[in-house]
Structure formats: C-alpha cells, structure tokens
C-alpha cells in the first residue's frame, strides 16, 4: 500500500491547469503584505494587507516609490551609495526590519524580505517586497521592545535603539554641557570577502567581527549595527576627540588578527569616521550625517583609516538630504510646487520664433530663477522623474489648448518636452507605458508635440525604449534629442530612430580645444542623418561670438529669450518684434 499519497483530485488538476489563479489568490488572500516594484522600486501592485500595515488605500500606493512607505531601522538613505546600497541592488535577496509610516502618524515595525525578479538576462526586472508583521518571540505582537531593538545576526543594539540612546544621550549632555563622541565604522572590502566565502559564512564572520567590536567599547559606550558592515560606537562619557581617537584605533586594533574562514586567513579593516557633540552636531540626525561624512573622508585616504569631520562635506551631504525632503513633498502636489515656462528658439537669419521648450520651475525662493538640472537629478535619484514628466506633459497640453482657443499665435508652434532617462529605461508607471498614457490625453493630434530624450541615456536603454519610441511616433509625435555634445555620441542609435531635431548644448563643447569645430562637426553630422541642430545655451554675448560661423539654423538661450511663464510669453514675443513661425 502506498500510505502518504493520495491520487491527484480534480482541485489539485485544476491548479496545475491553471496556477495564476492560485497565485493571485494567494497574494490577494496573504496576511503578509505583499508589493511588487519594478527594477527603480516603484511600486506596480500592492495587496490588502500591505495597505493595512501602511495605512492606506491601493490606489494610493501605486505610481509611489517603496520607500516613501517605510524607515529603515539600520540607518537613514545614504546621500552616497554604500556597500549596503550596493550589495542590495547586486544580490537576488535580502531583508531588513523597517517601520511602515502611516498615514495617521503611527509606525509600524515589520521585517522587510526582498527577492529579485529576474528577466532573462538574470538582471532584476521587479523586486517583491513581502512584509511581516515583528512579533516577540513569545508571539505577542511587538510585545516587547527588547526584541525591536536587538539586531538578530548580532544580538547588538540596532538602528532604533541606537536612535533613542542618541537623543536620551544628547538632552543629558545638553542639561550638563557635557560631548558626546559618535564613530562611523564602515569594514573595509567586507563585501568582496562576503562573496568569496559565501553569505551563510560571511554572516558568521559578521558576528565574530561584532563581538571583536564589543570587547574594543567600554561597558558604558553603546556599540550597534546599522545593517551590513556598518556600525556606530556611542561615547557618552568623555566624548572628546582624544578619547574618541583612542576607542577609534582600538577599534582598528581589535580587526587586525586574522579572520579563519575554511582554513583561510582573511585580513579586515576599518575606516573610521568621528563626530563630535555639540561642535559638529546638535541633533541626532546630523550628529550621524557627520559621522557618516567623516567615515567618507577616512575611506578615501585608504583602508584602515580614521577621520574627523570634515565640515564642508557635511554641509553639502545636509543640504542634499533636505532638497531631496523637499522635493519628495513637492511631488506629492505638484500643481502647488512646480510651474512650466516655455524658452522659445529662433532662426538666426531671420529672428522668428521657430518653437517653444517647456522648462520646469520650483517655488523655492532660492531656487525659482535656477535651471531645473541640478534637482531634477535629485528627482531621478528618488525614482519620482516619470511622474513629474507625465505632469509636465499634461500642463503643456492645457496650455497649448488655451493658446490654440485664445487665438494666440503660440499655438501655432511646435512645443518640446523633455523627458528622463526612467522613460527610457523602463516602458510603463502605473501599468500604462508612455504612449498608453499619451493616448488617453483630451488633445485632438499631437503634431506640435515634440519629446526630447537624453542623449546620455539612449545608447545605454535603446533595446528597451525602441518599441515605444516607435508606438510614440505612430500618434504623430515629433522626437527629439537633448545635449548632444555632452557624453559620446553612439552614431548607430542615433540613425536607427526616427529624431527630426537634436538640441547641442555648447556651453561645456566651446572649452574644448577645437570647440568651435567640434560644434560645427556635430552639425554637419545631424544634417547627413536628415536632423536638424539647435545650437542652445547660447547665454551671453561672448558664446554668441564663438558660434557666430556655425552652420545651425536655429538658436536658443538666455541672450535670445529667457524662459518665461505662458501668460507672459507672447507679450514679450510682440514687444521684441519676434514673428511666430
């Protein structure tokens, strides 16, 4: 008899004829929260009970990035990519505990377990977040706060604990006017260590190097883990920099035996950052942000090494955090943050106004009148770039509709909009790819609507954006390349799309030696691959001079026309006797 197995019933048949159905059972039934992201870790689906721990509704979690729903309990984003960020984007799996944010200001402390998936190249096309309630191990949900605070591979404080040691560290040092000391400790190479051992041996090293960094600390200092080879040492006594110095080489002194791995011998070491309270810091934040800037510094003098802050890096580091702050709660409401400006582009011979150029601006006082470049790198970096652009589009498809009800001769022309390289590199956000998106805009044609993609980024995306760039064209769409000039030029992708324009931006070219000819080159190029140059930037008198023989017919910068708002911008046309094409 063949106890223990039972022939195949028709629901077992059923499941193996149809398995999605299982699957999207099981992930619309899970008590865990499931979230699937794509390869920037914008979210694509969500299930009921990820919307529970966060607070939300579903709709309200697609089109966003991961993080804005969670904190890491090991350490802040990294203003730098660090061997963590590194190892996370390289490895098909990891997990950390995190605190879901909700919307009602309760968080929520859940292990985080991230799986890639892969395509067929094996590189990560989506990422499946799955969330898990932390529970003690007793059963009783975050019953006890011992067990949030301790970091399981180590049994060492954690990123929350040490969080509130800091600020607990901090008021006691304020009432005294007393320091504290903070050191960084990032392990050297630990990453390729970690992967010619393995991860399962490469944990247990972690842990004996742990322990190594604990018998280096004074029972009243405060050492914790971050997450992957970070750790911070708290000084709450006689946190002065010479005694900071001391625990920092004993710190380093402590690494230098020899790991045993397998019969190996593997040599580790530290660099150090150090941070004082109150001279380099206030606040527990910037307490670590300098701690971190200064293991930066230590790092770039070579392994082993120890640093104090360094504070115009620290500066710089705090000031990117808070654009990136800033910007995160901007796009959340973009009609209040952001306007469009349109830079219109001339023909030299005969002054016209050939087309427009739509030119995002920020409502910050300092930063109102600067180009967008600079944050709108920051926006790419937070994955926000797509969803900024389809707002960008949709503004200037109701401003060329108001032109075109108006009477107004701005109506008449070609408007370009320039898109991110996340358009490129990945075909949908919220499930519609660009030109999905496009079809369901309230515009009658879009055969003044010109896209202008980055040239920095197509050669690198153009078997991914190939198909949908040539969908885009379908509807009448004009494209555009933006910056040629700026990064190496493969001719190949430039000739196997249809592009009717590309923009050089001589600012940086006329520095080179040659830049007049290498400007005038470029345009011969674009004219034999039937695409016409726009010579822009061109901002003073003195750039103007040095383009003067280039064969481009049409212009664009600051010297012609700055950017302006659409309510202004045919007035000023009128007044400087600029004819609309």
Same mark, same amino acid.
């Given at each position: 008899? +063949?106890?223990?197995?039972?022939?195949?019933?028709? @629901?077992?048949?059923?499941?193996?004829?149809?398995?999605?159905? &299982?699957?999207?059972?099981?992930?619309?039934?899970?008590?865990? *929260?499931?979230?699937?992201?794509?390869?920037?870790? %914008?979210?694509?689906?969500?299930?009921?009970?990820?919307?529970?721990?966060?607070?939300?509704?579903?709709?309200?979690?697609?089109?966003?990035?991961?993080?804005?729903?969670?904190?890491?309990?090991?350490?802040?984003?990294?203003?730098?990519?660090?061997?963590?960020?590194?190892?996370?984007?390289?490895?098909?799996?990891?997990?950390?505990?995190?605190?879901?944010?909700?919307?009602?200001?309760?968080?929520?402390?859940?292990?985080?377990?991230?799986?890639?998936?892969?395509?067929?190249?094996?590189?990560?096309?989506?990422? &499946?977040?799955?969330?898990?309630?932390?529970?003690?191990?007793?059963?009783?949900?975050?019953?006890?706060?011992?067990?949030?605070?301790?970091?399981?591979?180590?049994?060492?404080?954690?990123?929350?604990?040490?969080?509130?040691?800091? +600020?607990?560290?901090?008021?006691?040092?304020?009432?005294?006017?007393?320091?504290?000391? !903070?050191?960084?400790?990032?392990?050297?190479?630990?990453?390729?260590? +970690?992967?010619?051992?393995?991860?399962?041996?490469?944990?247990?090293?972690?842990?004996? /190097?742990?322990?190594?960094?604990?018998?280096?600390?004074?029972?009243?200092?405060? !050492?914790?883990?971050?997450?992957?080879?970070?750790?911070?040492?708290?000084?709450?006594?006689?946190?002065?920099?010479?005694?900071?110095?001391?625990?920092?080489?004993?710190?380093?002194?402590?690494?230098?035996?020899?790991?045993?791995?397998?019969?190996?011998?593997?040599?580790?070491?530290?660099?150090?950052?150090?941070?004082?309270?109150?001279?380099?810091?206030?606040?527990?934040?910037?307490?670590?942000?300098?701690?971190?800037?200064?293991?930066?510094?230590?790092?770039?003098?070579?392994?082993?090494?120890?640093?104090?802050?360094?504070?115009?890096?620290?500066?710089?580091?705090?000031?990117?955090?808070?654009?990136?702050?800033? !910007?995160?709660?901007?796009?959340?409401?973009?009609?209040?943050?952001?306007?469009?400006?349109?830079?219109? #582009?001339? =023909?030299?011979?005969?002054?016209?106004?050939?087309?427009?150029?739509?030119?995002?601006?920020?409502?910050?006082?300092?930063?109102?009148?600067?180009?967008?470049?600079?944050?709108?790198?920051?926006?790419?970096?937070?994955? /926000?770039?797509?969803?900024?652009?389809?707002?960008?589009?949709?503004?200037?498809?109701?401003?060329?509709?108001?032109?075109?009800?108006?009477?107004?001769?701005?109506?008449?022309?070609?408007?370009?909009?320039?898109?991110? #390289? @996340?358009?490129?590199?990945?075909?949908?956000?919220?499930?519609?790819?660009? =030109?999905?998106?496009?079809?369901?805009?309230?515009?009658?044609?879009?055969?003044?609507?010109?896209?202008?993609?980055?040239?920095?980024?197509?050669?690198?995306?153009?078997?991914?954006?190939?198909?949908?760039?040539?969908?885009?064209?379908?509807?009448?769409?004009?494209?555009?390349?933006?910056?040629?000039?700026?990064?190496?030029?493969?001719?190949?992708?430039?000739?196997?799309?249809?592009?009717?324009?590309?923009?050089?931006?001589? *600012?940086?070219?006329?520095?080179?030696?040659? *830049?007049?000819?290498?400007? #005038?080159? @470029?345009?011969?190029?674009?004219?034999?691959?039937?695409?016409?140059?726009?010579?822009?930037? %061109?901002?003073?008198?003195? /750039?103007?001079?040095?383009?003067?023989?280039?064969?481009?017919? !049409?212009?664009? *910068? =600051?010297?012609?026309?700055?950017?302006?708002?659409?309510?202004?911008?045919?007035?000023? &046309? @009128?007044?400087?006797?600029?004819?609309?094409?």
């Amino acid at each position: 008899m +063949n106890q223990g197995k039972h022939p195949a019933g028709d @629901s077992i048949q059923a499941i193996a004829q149809h398995p999605a159905r &299982l699957a999207q059972r099981a992930f619309e039934q899970s008590h865990a *929260g499931v979230v699937i992201t794509d390869a920037d870790g %914008v979210i694509v689906l969500a299930n009921n009970a990820f919307c529970a721990i966060a607070g939300c509704d579903r709709a309200e979690t697609v089109g966003w990035p991961i993080a804005h729903f969670y904190t890491s309990l090991r350490t802040r984003p990294e203003p730098i990519e660090d061997d963590q960020s590194r190892q996370e984007r390289e490895t098909p799996s990891w997990q950390q505990e995190v605190l879901c944010r909700r919307d009602d200001g309760e968080s929520m402390p859940v292990l985080m377990m991230v799986d890639a998936l892969l395509d067929e190249e094996r590189r990560p096309q989506y990422y &499946l977040h799955t969330f898990i309630l932390l529970t003690s191990p007793e059963g009783g949900r975050t019953g006890s706060r011992h067990w949030i605070h301790v970091d399981p591979m180590t049994g060492l404080p954690n990123w929350l604990l040490l969080r509130d040691r800091l +600020n607990h560290a901090i008021a006691q040092a304020e009432r005294a006017d007393s320091t504290l000391a !903070l050191l960084f400790i990032d392990i050297d190479r630990f990453k390729a260590i +970690n992967d010619a051992v393995g991860h399962i041996e490469g944990d247990r090293m972690l842990g004996e /190097l742990a322990q190594r960094l604990q018998r280096a600390v004074r029972s009243k200092d405060t !050492l914790a883990r971050l997450g992957s080879d970070q750790f911070v040492v708290l000084l709450e006594k006689d946190g002065i920099a010479e005694a900071a110095q001391i625990v920092a080489e004993r710190l380093q002194e402590t690494l230098e035996p020899p790991f045993v791995s397998s019969g190996r011998y593997l040599l580790m070491s530290a660099s150090i950052g150090i941070a004082l309270y109150p001279d380099d810091a206030q606040d527990e934040e910037t307490l670590i942000t300098a701690a971190r800037s200064a293991m930066y510094t230590a790092r770039k003098k070579g392994p082993g090494r120890l640093a104090f802050v360094d504070h115009r890096l620290t500066a710089r580091l705090k000031e990117k955090h808070r654009i990136e702050s800033l !910007l995160s709660e901007a796009i959340h409401l973009p009609d209040q943050h952001f306007l469009l400006h349109y830079q219109p #582009e001339f =023909d030299r011979a005969s002054g016209r106004c050939t087309g427009l150029e739509s030119v995002l601006r920020w409502k910050q006082p300092k930063r109102w009148h600067e180009p967008p470049g600079a944050y709108l790198e920051v926006i790419a970096q937070l994955g /926000l770039g797509v969803r900024l652009n389809r707002w960008m589009i949709q503004g200037v498809i109701n401003d060329h509709h108001q032109w075109r009800e108006d009477g107004s001769p701005l109506g008449e022309l070609p408007v370009a909009v320039p898109l991110c #390289e @996340s358009h490129l590199a990945h075909d949908t956000f919220d499930r519609r790819p660009l =030109d999905h998106f496009l079809r369901q805009q309230s515009t009658v044609s879009f055969d003044w609507l010109t896209l202008k993609l980055p040239g920095h980024g197509l050669g690198s995306h153009l078997d991914t954006a190939t198909h949908m760039l040539k969908r885009i064209e379908q509807l009448g769409i004009r494209l555009a390349v933006d910056d040629i000039g700026a990064s190496p030029i493969d001719l190949g992708w430039l000739s196997r799309l249809p592009f009717t324009k590309a923009t050089i931006a001589v *600012g940086s070219i006329v520095q080179r030696p040659g *830049g007049e000819r290498l400007i #005038e080159a @470029s345009c011969r190029l674009l004219e034999a691959l039937d695409i016409e140059a726009v010579i822009a930037g %061109v901002d003073d008198a003195a /750039l103007a001079a040095r383009v003067e023989g280039v064969s481009a017919r !049409l212009i664009q *910068g =600051d010297l012609y026309c700055p950017a302006l708002p659409a309510d202004e911008l045919g007035g000023w &046309l @009128s007044e400087h006797n600029a004819p609309c094409d």
